[in-house]
């Protein structure tokens, strides 16, 4: 991990920072209100992308790396499927948006453009599988800088609020556009992929169990952001988002070190390796070392953050940073878990879980939204975290024997970094010519 670390490591936290920056710019540029619709909207548009995604993203890579694997048809497969799912959900979007929602018609249009072209996430999954996560972390950013530009034009000729909208399209076609050109040039061919409805029916009968863990998941995690406008008004909606956004700059963090542990655990799992639960067992170890002073970090400086990058008129937002940041540690738990569960194929023991924490989530919403507002949210959000990758684990059948792996992880952390670091100073440099 820390071998592949640098490269991708640079190129994720340039683009964390910058995003925090313009997303703070944009915030003043808007203000409350304004920034607080284009949140919602994009929050709610979020739910059908999860459905556009089908689940394929985990179930593709664990497909790839197998021996002898199809790979023009497994990516055929669920390319030309997720394309069908991408339109058809466009269109329903789009007919909601008109009948429902004409106030934020044109705002849920634009974003609902990114379904006609989210299935070119495949090969996020392919260059997973071939371990060029750098290759893939750069077309995203050079997408993200484009938008960067966009963002930066449209408050200097002050565009209307649809305009900024429309740079996250923009982001996602250019991103799109630079996936498909390194695929080429790393020896792909998308007019090799071929659509086999056999593998595909297979493929959705194997990833049904991470649609709903993904679309409960994705409810959980966004669904408070619609609640909180539609109950205390899109000011209020403003104030939760800028705590939101700050809190989830640092979920890079456990996504990124899953990139690079699936490929790893997955091999070691197949090939039966001894060690393959105590390197489970660090992962977990990792995931609470690198998250836990990142939280610290983040209560013990909110006040400091929020006027720095959104103005004291964001000061509403402090205590609700200062709850919502300690969500990082079970999402990151639940990253882990998830990956595990992706290998082990137990994805089914995530639904009930999620969902248990879903309702409970949208009851506390209820409940305290109205009265305390975000910062009511921002507790639920806690709560709901944990309840759904902590405190369930050891109360399923299908999940008990994670809560040892925790345990081992915390206990084993000693030993971890002692051995990491004495393999570090062994080892020779990574060489810098190394193919991306």
């Not at 250019?174 to 595909?200: C, D, E, F, P």
Request: charged fraction near 10%; aromatic fraction near 10%.
């Amino acid at each position: 991990m820390v071998s592949g670390f640098s490269a991708s490591a640079v190129l994720r936290i340039a683009r964390l920072g910058i995003n925090v920056v313009i997303t703070g710019l944009l915030a003043r540029h808007l203000g409350s209100a304004g920034f607080g619709a284009l949140a919602a909207s994009l929050a709610l548009v979020s739910l059908f992308y999860t459905l556009a995604e089908l689940g394929m993203g985990r179930v593709l890579v664990r497909e790839l790396l197998r021996d002898g694997a199809n790979k023009a048809e497994l990516m055929g497969s669920s390319f030309y499927t997720r394309t069908g799912v991408g339109i058809a959900l466009f269109a329903s979007l789009a007919a909601y948006a008109l009948v429902f929602e004409p106030a934020h018609a044109s705002l849920l249009l634009i974003y609902s453009l990114a379904l006609l072209t989210h299935a070119t996430t495949d090969l996020l999954a392919w260059l997973e599988a071939e371990r060029r996560m750098p290759a893939a972390y750069l077309c995203q950013f050079g997408g993200f800088m484009v938008s960067v530009a966009a963002i930066l034009a449209g408050m200097m000729w002050k565009a209307p609020m649809w305009f900024f909208a429309l740079t996250f399209i923009i982001e996602c076609l250019v991103t799109a556009a630079a996936l498909m050109m390194r695929y080429h040039q790393l020896g792909g061919s998308m007019k090799a992929w071929v659509w086999n409805k056999a593998l595909s029916v297979r493929l959705l009968r194997e990833s049904w169990y991470e649609i709903a863990t993904q679309l409960t998941l994705l409810m959980l995690l966004r669904l408070d952001a619609v609640m909180v406008q539609a109950m205390r008004g899109e000011t209020e909606a403003g104030y939760y988002a800028a705590a939101v956004r700050i809190s989830e700059v640092a979920y890079f963090l456990p996504m990124m070190i899953a990139g690079f542990m699936l490929p790893p655990l997955m091999q070691r799992r197949q090939s039966g390796a001894a060690d393959y639960r105590d390197r489970v067992a660090d992962y977990f170890g990792i995931t609470i070392a690198f998250t836990l002073p990142i939280v610290l970090g983040i209560v013990a400086t909110a006040p400091w953050i929020v006027r720095l990058l959104f103005g004291p008129g964001f000061d509403p937002a402090v205590p609700m940073l200062a709850v919502h940041a300690w969500a990082l540690i079970p999402f990151a738990l639940g990253i882990a878990r998830t990956q595990y569960l992706t290998i082990e194929g137990r994805l089914w023991a995530n639904i009930p879980a999620v969902v248990a924490a879903l309702v409970i989530n949208v009851v506390l919403n209820w409940l305290w939204i109205p009265a305390h507002g975000g910062l009511g949210a921002a507790w639920a959000t806690l709560i709901a975290y944990s309840i759904a990758w902590v405190i369930s684990t050891p109360c399923m059948a299908s999940t008990r024997d994670l809560t040892a792996l925790m345990l081992r992880g915390v206990l084993r952390l000693p030993h971890l970094i002692t051995d990491a670091r004495a393999r570090l100073l062994q080892s020779p440099p990574v060489p810098t010519s190394a193919p991306s």
